[in-house]
């Protein structure tokens, strides 16, 4: 599947607006100037994820996961490479952490995806006048093909995932992720039809 | 008489419903807050209970941001803001410390009990109705990654220190090494010379002139070997912590014009101008007047040795508080700033180029550090420059002026 040059605008300004929040509440929460780059957008069968993403995440993936619920329903996740993790919690926190992710390390990533997370799930509910419920953002440490793996068990109807890559800008680093949404068909369906209907009032 | 399947279910329902509220209430390890969705405080257990010093009697009904009203202040009511519009929240340890501001159990560096806390929204019927949330105590676990990273730091500090240390050693090996070459070479020179000479006068060849030209030339290698080896001697001594002074009443100035005088030649051979000022009625002090004229020698040639063809070097005597100092400078080629802390250690001269140029065992230096703490003194390099012109003084001294009785 792929999105028409319109689509694939709209939902990029969208989520650039989301992505504005979250710069604005990681700055205010690390105080320091968090950009959040401007997305690119693409969609993939949720199979294909690996070779889409295996050449930015070549080993270990960190990924924050929320799962959602309601009336649009699926899996977000932020992912990072694991020095990206590792760069991003040492450039929010500037205290000099040990050579891996530990605990503490952890908790702050998971936060920052959450707050990630929310922000986009946010507003495509508020996009979608639905109410839509989160569970608990779960930090996971595993390769890209047993992440997708997960993703697809028992859910066969997940097959399509929105892929928006981004950058963490923090001081004069760079820390690329990804954020996916694993959709089903019609909720994807749903979501860019709202979208249009939204880019349609826009003018 | 098998019952209803719907009331197996609810009886089922009703028992998972009591285990699960017991749980929450009197044995979770975590604290849990419910709230309604005006943060009206609708549950605290147990582990609330027993560390916040607040019964549950005292919080049932109040609102959660009047209970602890420094939510707000640190922006903590954003995050139940965004739980009551259905988001979850996470409050890391890392970024907010904690929540509720309760004394640590353990622990007591910390103010408050540090907290990893989760804050979900509460949802019936699609409706966000109350706000749940999970509040674990990890003081525990932050003090140990702080002390861990403790470790890490003092360890890799050793492994760095370790890894000088064993540099330092290995440039140590070097040096001595590279002296031992040194010492070879600047023995063998001076005897090749005294021994052709000597044979050339042997074969009785020589006609008168060039007899008292050998005979010189033997006699000026003969000190030039002297001076070495008493320099060795010297090092061996101070090595073995075996030099010691012959303490008389000595007149500095007089010292400092004998030296003047014994290396007028090697002066004038290089057109060197020396100019000497000496503080007029200069006390006389306590010192070993051989030594005390080794280390001026030491220094003037030195400065003679690093100056250029007609060049400078400038001697100066005086007291400076209680002390008197003697500072030697020259237009010579100044000291590698890299090198100035090494100036006095021994063997070292600043490179082989150097030495090759200049000669000697690279020991003067360290001798007259020697003698001077053998003095209670204290011994000093500088080097700068000064337009294109490089300074060099070649060293100072300062000696406590004990005027004998």
Redesign the interface.
Known sequence: MVLTDRQNDALAELINIAFSRTGAALS???GQRVLLSPPSVSVHRTTDLPIALARYIPGEVASIH?VFA?PVAGDALLLLNYEGAMELTNLL?EE???DFL????R??L??VG?ILL?ACL?MF?NLLRV???????RLHLESLDDLVASLLTGEDDRRYALVVSTAFQVRDSAVSGFLVMALSVASLDRLLHEIEEWEGRQH | MTEPKEEVDSDRDALLNAAVLRWMQELAPQGILLTDSALNVVGWNRWLEERSGRRSKDVLGKNLLALYPDLIER?LDASYK?AL???????????HGYLLPIAPTEFKGYAHMQQ?V?I??L?HD??VVGTLTIIDD?TE??AR?VE??GQ??IRSKLLASEKLARKESEEANRLKDEFLATISHELRTPLTAIVGWATLLRSGDLDANASARAAEIICRNAHAQTQLISDLLDVARIVSNKLLLTLTSVDLPSVIQMTLDAVAPEAESKKIHIHSTIEPEFPRISGDADRLQQIIWNLLSNAIKFTPIGGTVDVRLRRVDSEVEISITDSGIGIDPQFLPHAFDRFRQANSATTRAHGGLGLGLSIVRELVELHQGSAQVHSEVTGREQRLSSGSLSLVPKVRA
């Open positions: 205010e929460l690390t929320q309601g926190i000099p952490i040990p530990d605990e503490s390390a908790e702050v998971t936060e959450n929310n946010g509910g109410h839509v419920s989160f569970s608990v953002p | 922006g965004d519009n259905g988001q979850v929240r996470l409050l890391s340890q890392r970024f990893s989760r979900s929204p949802s699609g409706k990890v676990r932050t990654e861990l990273q890490i730091e």
